[in-house]
């Protein structure tokens, strides 16, 4: 069975579409659900959102048990959560961290990332097209075989 690609989403992301839409542009979680899915072609996708930092703990390690790799935006929790940073370093295949908005263009609380130094690329500024781009980063990144991954 091929193994699906978590794309989890952290606090506040559930409001995308009508939230601060000059950051965030005016597309919804489904909306992007959809682009993640398209650009995933026949890799199956596990798409999460919670406003819990416990739930996305959990998440990783469900993908930890049964996925090929992270795409993740813990959106305000990216800045915060050690539990987060160390679920992920348990993760055996590639991450890629994604922020819809370019955080070193925003205020100076968002620019020190605790996750990146376990990621394995980091893609932000791209608006919600950053998903799909993503998405399709791990496609490739996993490939048919094993993943590839500079984290080993
Ligand atoms: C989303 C958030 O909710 C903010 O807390 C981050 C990130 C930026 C984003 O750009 O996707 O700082």
Redesign the pocket.
Known sequence: MTKPIYVIN????NRLGTRETG??GTKTLADIEVMCRGAAGSRPVECRQSNAEHQIVDWIHEAIDQGGGIVI?P??L??RSIPILDALKMFPGPIIE????N?HR?EEI?HHSLMSKVATAVI?GLGPDGYPTAVAAMVRLLGAGEPVSPRK
């Open positions: 952290g606090p506040n992301l950051i965030y935006n959106a305000g990216t800045f994604l922020h819809i908005s955080i925003r968002y932000m």
